[in-house]
């Protein structure tokens, strides 16, 4: 079974431009999670969506962040515009449900 | 907001040693799970625990739900070098009606000495 992938792996951006991130979660897997990942720290919930609604975002900053799902499988998170402080990595993971959420492999931002 | 505070923060021990890491949240958890984290990827799910005193293992790992419902802990025995990296308590908290939101610990950082 292909895990949870994530593209791209590294990105570098200037402050002030736009990124957008793509996850494929795993096949079946109905709820799929955006966390944020600082340096040294755990992931912290962004947004979770069940199949292609949105069903809590209350983490996620939506003055630059914007998420979505439109078929229920793949997702895109976006910020536009990045700041310095964005730097981090963005982890997507994916459930059936339940508690056992598998992470990808994560994308790493740097803001310049 | 609930926290989960694991201890040590960090361990350095020699290759074969056994390793045992905790974690305690402010709060009642109703399920605990253990993550592994290497460098420049995403946490793996090692076990997860359902009910208090539980005891699960996995391989060389073994993870405890406490009595409490407010502590868990992961033991590794006989450590070897593929061991290293990041290890991450978390859980919903409490209850969540059907929340699946996870709170992270802070990680406990396991490095093997040669």
């Known amino acids: 079974e292909a895990g949870v992938v994530q593209s791209p792996r590294y990105k570098i951006i200037e402050k002030k431009q736009p990124v957008a991130f793509w996850c494929n979660p795993i096949?079946?897997?109905?709820?799929l999670y955006w966390y944020l990942q600082n340096l040294g720290q755990g992931p912290e919930l962004l947004i979770r969506y069940e199949n292609e609604e949105a069903v809590d975002d209350s983490q996620l900053p939506k003055d630059r962040f914007s998420a979505e799902r439109l078929k229920g499988v793949d997702s895109t998170l976006k910020i536009q515009p990045a700041e310095l402080g964005d730097s981090a990595v963005y982890l997507c993971?994916?459930?059936?449900?339940?508690?056992?959420?598998?992470f990808g492999p994560g994308t790493r931002l740097t803001v310049l | 907001g609930q926290q989960l505070n694991q201890s040590p923060q960090s361990m350095f021990i020699q290759e074969g040693e056994d390793v045992s890491m905790n974690c305690t949240s402010s709060s009642i958890f109703n399920t605990w799970l253990w993550y592994k984290q290497d460098p420049g990827e995403g946490p793996v799910l090692l076990i997860a625990?359902?009910?208090?005193?539980e005891l699960t293992s996995n391989g060389r790992l073994t993870a405890q739900f406490g009595i409490t419902r407010k502590d868990s802990f992961l033991n590794i025995s006989a450590s070897i070098p593929s061991d290293v990296g990041i290890y991450f308590c978390a859980g919903p908290g409490r209850p969540n009606f059907g929340n699946e939101k996870l709170t992270f610990g802070t990680g406990t950082r396991l490095t093997i000495i040669p």
């Open positions: 993971a994916s459930s059936r449900g339940g508690f056992e959420q598998f």
């Open positions: 625990l359902y009910k208090a005193g």
């Open positions: 096949s079946g897997h109905n709820t």
